[in-house]
Every structure is written in C-alpha cells, then in structure tokens.
T-cell receptor
Framework: AQSVTQPDIHITVSEGASLELRCNYS??????LFWYVQSPGQGLQLLLK??????LVQGIKGFEAEFKRSQSSFNLRKPSVHWSDAAEYFC?????????FGAGTTVTVRA | GAGVSQSPSNKVTEKGKDVELRCDPI?????LYWYRQSLGQGLEFLIY????????KSGLPSDRFSAERTGGSVSTLTIQRTQQEDSAVYLC?????????????FGPGTRLTVL
C-alpha cells in the first residue's frame, strides 16, 4: 500500500538555523507528494507539492523540497527558520484522490 | 466563502449520543473529503464525495459513521451512539475534482470530545 513515513517525531531548531524534515514514501509508480503545515489550533495548509518534472520544488513561506527517487524520499527544507515556523508538518501522498499522511513532525523553534 | 468552514468548532457530548458535524466547502469545489485526526491514529481518511458520484466510504471506521452531501455543496458527518474513541478533530477539505493533483483545502476542524 502507498504510504509515507516521517522518521522524526520532534525537532528543535534555533531561530535562523536551517531545517530539514524527512519523509520517505512507499509507492509503486511516481507518487504525487505533498507537504502540509498545521499551526496550533489551525487546519492544514499546503506548503508545496510534487507531481513530476523538476525534482526541486519551491513552496510558500520559503520552504523547498527535493524528490529523490533513488532514496524514496521527499525531504522538506528551509534555509533559515523563523519563530513562526513552529508547527507540525505532515508529508502526504495521494492515491485514488485520498491523502495518506505521515505521523507528522513537530518543530520547536528556540530563540 | 473564502475558505472551507466547519461547525461547530468544538463539540462535547456524552457517550451514546448522536452528533452532527457540518462542512461548507469552497464555492465551486466539486470534491469534498472528511478526515479524522486523533492522537492514536494520526490523520486518516474517512469519506470522499465527487460530484454526483457515489461516495467513497472506504475510510469510515464503523457503521455508526455516515455522511451526506446535499446539493453538491454542504456536507454533514453524523456519528451515532458516540464512543470515547470517537474523540478527535474532524477535518473537512474540498478541491476542484476530477484530478489527483487537485490541492485539497482544509477547514479548521471540529474538535469532538466524548465524555
């Protein structure tokens, strides 16, 4: 079955430091992959998505992600984290129009 | 409206009671989804509506759960005889249907607490 795995439950990063969140997928064909962010008490907001083509995709809020077929990965990165980036991040894959989400990674930003 | 709206934002009920959760999708979106977010299970798909097609109910956890979508717009998720394990945040999303690439826009969710 198609699925995604987020190995890191919680990451703490200093403001201004770089951030990388890991996502591994299990899918037979080329997957349609997404990263969503959920701030406390909020719904999910799409950061970026990958369908095909250029393997480095740019998203909102300064985030980018790189699709690596050889590693079955779709890691999310940000060069310099802001305090407002503290949130929970979800990687997801779509199949039959339904999203399957990873368990999420909670990001804490320290001053 | 500008985004997906859900009501109520919070619902506290007693075990055994029925509850109804409402979702108003973005105008013009033909696809509507319900997901559930709980501590033990994470984010999981419940049901998917696309236009006038029969809904995909493959994610509903039991026959106590049902959903309908009236007039291709508003949707109601009904949970009968609620149990404590039904406590979760219920998220609704909508998208332009007909393609796997359509971005799903999520509402703020309804937090259900079953006492």
């Amino acid at each position: 079955a198609q699925s995604v795995t987020q190995p890191d439950i919680h990451i703490t990063v200093s403001e201004g430091a770089s951030l990388e969140l890991r996502c591994n997928y299990s899918y037979g064909a080329t997957p349609y992959l997404f990263w969503y962010v959920q701030s406390p008490g909020q719904g999910l907001q799409l950061l970026l998505k990958y369908f095909s083509g250029d393997t480095l995709v740019q998203g909102i809020k300064g985030f980018e992600a790189e699709f690596k077929r050889s590693q079955s990965s779709f890691n999310l990165r940000k060069p310099s984290v802001h305090w407002s980036d503290a949130a929970e991040y979800f990687c997801a894959v779509v199949h039959d129009y339904k999203l399957s989400f990873g368990a999420g990674t909670t990001v804490t930003v320290r001053a | 409206g500008a985004g997906v709206s859900q009501s109520p934002s919070n619902k506290v009920t007693e075990k055994g009671k029925d509850v109804e959760l409402r979702c108003d999708p973005i105008s013009g979106h033909t696809a509507l989804y319900w997901y559930r977010q709980s501590l033990g299970q994470g984010l999981e798909f419940l049901i998917y509506f696309q236009g006038n097609s029969a809904p995909d109910k493959s994610g509903l956890p039991s026959d106590r759960f049902s959903a309908e979508r009236t007039g291709g717009s508003v949707s109601t998720l009904t949970i009968q005889r609620t149990q404590q394990e039904d406590s979760a945040v219920y998220l609704c999303a909508s998208s332009f249907g007909g393609t796997q690439r359509g971005e799903q826009f999520f509402g703020p969710g309804t937090r259900l607490t079953v006492l």
